[in-house]
Structures are given as C-alpha cells and as structure tokens.
C-alpha cells in the first residue's frame, strides 16, 4: 500500500493557526461566559447573588427563585399563551413564505420582478406605527389572539433567502420532468420541492420561532385582556411592575437579602424565557448552516 504523504505545516503557518484557536477560544469564552453565569445566579441562593460569590458554579444552591417564579399562575399562562402564538405564528409564515418565495423563484413567471421590488420597497420604507395599529382594528382583530401572528405573518428577508435556495437547488429540468409526468404545480411543490427544502424549512422554523416566542411589543401594542398576554409581558410586568412580591420569603430587616432576591428572580426568569426556545435548536442544527449558506449565497 502507497503512504500518502502529509503536508507538513511550515512555522509560519502553525503560529497562525495557533494564533487563530486563541482568538476563537476568547470569543468562545466571552460569549459563553455570561449564559452560564446566569444559569449558576438562578440556582444560588439570594445572599451568594448579592454578595458577588457566584462566578463559575452556583454557590448555596437553591431554587427559591424558580419557586418564586412558578408560584405566580400567569406564568403558566403565558407559557401557554406564547407556546400557542408561536406554533400557530411558525405555521403561517411558512405557508405564506413558501407560497410567495417558490413561484418568485421559477423564471417563467410573469411579473416576479416587480413583486420582488415592492417585497424589498416595504423592507426600507413601512406604514408606521399607528396605520399598522389602525389596520389590525379596522379589520376587528384587535385584543385577539390573531392579532400576534398575522401582522407579521411574512418577513420579506425570510422570502429573499427562501427564493434564492429554490433557485439554487431545484433543478428546473426535475419540474420539467414533473410536468410531462402530469404533475400539478401543487403536487410538485408538495411531493418534490418540500421534501429536497428540508435544511431551508429548518432556517425559516428557527427565524420564525425564535422571533414568535419573543414578540413583546405587538402584544404590548396590540393586547389588553392579561388572559392573552405572552410570556414576555408577563415577565415584563413581574421585573418592572413587581406583580410578584416575594418579601415574605426573607426577613424584612435584611435588606441585602431582599435585593438579592429581586437578583435571583432577575437570573431565574431570564433562564424561563431562554431555555424553551433553546431546546427548537438542537432539532434544526443539522440542516441550520447548510440552508442559510445555500439560501443567501448562491443563486
């Protein structure tokens, strides 16, 4: 057997390649540090939060903060209500991106260059707050759960990248083939093109999903009833209007414990918002840099 000889790496080039691991391990190091300073902070206990000791590991371990938290019903509330706008939301921006991005990408179709121009016209230049405000009344759906997913129910950059991988990596002889087989444009779309889309179906459901579960300003524009409040204002309203009072928990003389309190519901709640939509990622990461690639670079 033929030994296939190694390029060897000059000094040069292991100084820099050296140089290059640093430098992404200091990266690593600042993005990575702070996530799990956060995660020890919510299960220390209040005097180890506030009197600076937690760095690395949590220290007095507890979970008075989750405790705290779960105790209030409109947590629940609004994890169920954000679980709903964002599954439902997810739902309709990939039927409604699909539908515009698949035939803007095929080149027989007649004035996909002009809708691609008013696509991108509404990217620099939008209605405004109140026109958009005025509209959602107008049509009624006001303080209803319609009115935190259809007003955003299609992003304009989520088409851009969408059309360009359809472009890129449906081969318009396969579509050709698909016609003379007696194929509708409906049955290739849903037999053909969707099943070869998997990794950009994966980069849309993460956007999406990700934007979905932390919608705060349409709900705090467009709700009023607090049954219909998502969690981000639910949360909201526990760290700014302080609807939950955790006093009782801790003397009233030890002011340091009560701040370090208010601390660790900070910490804790930061970790509840996070982590549900964390765990979508593991799911789509194998398709995630493949179809975002293929999707804004190629075509």
Same mark, same amino acid.
């Given at each position: 057997?033929?030994?296939?000889?190694?390029?060897?790496e =000059?000094?040069?080039?292991?100084i820099f390649?050296g140089?290059?691991?640093?430098?992404l391990?200091?990266?690593?190091v600042?993005?990575?540090?702070?996530?799990?300073?956060i995660l020890?902070s919510?299960?220390?206990?209040?005097?180890?939060?506030?009197s600076?000791?937690v760095?690395?590991?949590?220290v007095?371990?507890?979970?008075?903060g989750?405790?705290?938290i779960f105790?209030?019903?409109?947590?629940l *509330? &609004?994890?169920?209500?954000?679980?709903i706008?964002?599954?439902? &939301?997810?739902?309709?921006n990939?039927?409604?991106t699909?539908?515009i991005?698949?035939?803007l990408?095929?080149s *027989?179709f007649?004035g996909r260059?002009?809708i691609?121009?008013?696509?991108?016209f509404?990217?620099?230049?939008s209605?405004g707050?109140i026109?958009?405000?005025?509209?959602?009344?107008a049509?009624?759906i006001l303080? *209803?759960?319609w009115?935190?997913?259809?007003? &955003?129910?299609?992003?304009?950059f989520?088409v851009?990248?969408?059309?360009?991988f359809?472009?890129?990596t449906i081969?318009k002889?396969? &579509?050709?083939?698909?016609e003379?087989?007696g194929?509708?444009d409906i049955?290739?779309?849903?037999?053909v093109?969707?099943?070869?889309s998997k990794?950009?179906?994966?980069?849309?459901?993460?956007?999406y999903a990700v934007g979905?579960?932390?919608?705060?300003?349409d709900?705090?524009?467009?709700?009023?009833s607090p049954?219909l409040?998502?969690?981000?204002?639910?949360l909201r309203?526990?760290?700014i209007?302080?609807?939950?009072d955790? =006093?009782?928990?801790?003397d009233?003389?030890?002011?340091?414990?009560?701040q370090g309190?208010?601390?660790?519901?900070?910490?804790s709640?930061?970790?509840v918002?996070?982590v549900?939509?964390?765990?979508?990622?593991?799911f789509?990461?194998?398709?995630?840099?493949?179809?975002?690639?293929?999707g804004?670079?190629?075509?």
């Amino acid at each position: 057997m033929n030994r296939v000889n190694a390029i060897r790496e =000059s000094v040069r080039d292991r100084i820099f390649l050296g140089l290059i691991y640093i430098f992404l391990f200091c990266v690593l190091v600042v993005v990575i540090y702070p996530l799990i300073f956060i995660l020890s902070s919510s299960f220390s206990s209040p005097q180890a939060v506030v009197s600076g000791r937690v760095w690395l590991w949590p220290v007095d371990f507890s979970l008075m903060g989750y405790k705290v938290i779960f105790s209030n019903p409109a947590i629940l *509330t &609004g994890y169920i209500n954000s679980f709903i706008y964002t599954v439902l &939301g997810v739902l309709i921006n990939i039927v409604m991106t699909v539908a515009i991005a698949y035939p803007l990408s095929k080149s *027989t179709f007649v004035g996909r260059n002009l809708i691609m121009m008013i696509l991108v016209f509404t990217i620099l230049f939008s209605g405004g707050l109140i026109p958009t405000y005025l509209t959602v009344k107008a049509v009624g759906i006001l303080d *209803t759960r319609w009115a935190m997913v259809l007003p &955003g129910a299609l992003a304009v950059f989520q088409v851009i990248v969408a059309r360009t991988f359809f472009q890129s990596t449906i081969p318009k002889e396969l &579509g050709e083939a698909a016609e003379l087989d007696g194929c509708s444009d409906i049955g290739f779309l849903w037999r053909v093109v969707l099943p070869l889309s998997k990794a950009i179906l994966a980069v849309l459901i993460l956007f999406y999903a990700v934007g979905n579960w932390n919608a705060y300003f349409d709900a705090l524009i467009y709700l009023k009833s607090p049954e219909l409040y998502p969690l981000q204002i639910i949360l909201r309203n526990i760290l700014i209007l302080n609807s939950i009072d955790a =006093s009782s928990l801790v003397d009233a003389n030890q002011m340091a414990a009560r701040q370090g309190l208010r601390d660790l519901l900070k910490f804790s709640l930061i970790v509840v918002a996070t982590v549900p939509i964390l765990c979508i990622y593991p799911f789509v990461q194998k398709f995630f840099v493949q179809g975002i690639m293929i999707g804004s670079i190629k075509g």
